[in-house]
């Protein structure tokens, strides 16, 4: 037998495999964003930026979660996207797409402003230096919100909009149960509710389980 017959595979076989894949993948990212939700530091004084004594005894911690949730991003929401575009084929198909570049857009977006923050505070906090250049810094850092946020926030918002297009997109098509596009407009109050502790992950565990139903559903429907 040949190893061109022994690794032969039919079209169908080998599309159901690949969709089989982006939703294990989809799946394993949406829950490990529930941990780091829970995980995720909260500012002693309030707020979104955070202050030398904030960082400087967790600095390990907050550069590898950040760098682990930017990674994961960079799967999760291109995936879901995809996700959504393999069910939506016929009915409601433009506002999947659509939505979906959005999500693809946004997401490139908030992954490097994410990394880049996370490296900002690690270099500020490293112990070779002195607490008061750290401190001063991490000030300055802070106080520049223009560069410390300025292509997270609108990747937040692309994200959001595109989940947002794209649950029309499922509710026309009606490809999936109502439930599931209804929980991905759970990302909305992340805007405004805590994004971090119990409350955060609370916050999360809509957005993970219609994230995991999609890629069931697309799935399945190979």
């Known amino acids: 037998m040949s190893t061109e017959t022994a690794f032969s595979t039919t079209p169908e076989t080998a599309t159901r495999r690949r969709v089989g894949l982006l939703a294990l993948a989809l799946t394993i990212t949406s829950i490990t964003a529930l941990p780091g939700s829970y ?23 907050w550069w590898g979660l950040l760098v682990f949730l930017s990674a994961a991003l960079v799967l999760n929401v291109p995936f879901q996207a995809l996700a959504t575009m393999i069910l939506v084929r016929r009915r409601g198909a433009g506002w999947a797409t659509v939505g979906g570049a959005m999500m693809w857009l946004g997401t490139a977006l908030y992954s490097v402003g994410g990394a880049g923050w996370a490296a900002a505070y690690y270099f500020a906090t490293d112990p070779a230096l002195d607490p008061a250049v750290g401190t001063s810094v991490m000030e300055q850092i802070s106080a520049d919100t223009g560069h410390l946020f300025g292509v997270m926030i609108p990747g937040a918002l692309l994200v959001a909009l595109g989940t947002v ?18 929980l991905t407009l759970a990302i909305i109050p ?21 994230a995991i139903a999609l890629a069931y559903h697309a799935w399945h429907r190979q």
């Open 190 to 210: 992340t805007f405004v509710l805590p994004g971090n502790g119990l409350t955060g992950a609370l916050v999360g565990l809509p957005i993970t389980v219609s």
């Open 39 to 61: 995980l995720w530091p909260e500012p002693a004084a309030g707020g979104d930026t955070y202050t030398y004594a904030d960082i400087a005894p967790i600095r390990d911690l």
């Open 165 to 182: 297009i794209q649950a029309v997109g499922l509710l026309r098509s009606r490809a999936v149960p109502r439930w599931i596009p209804i």
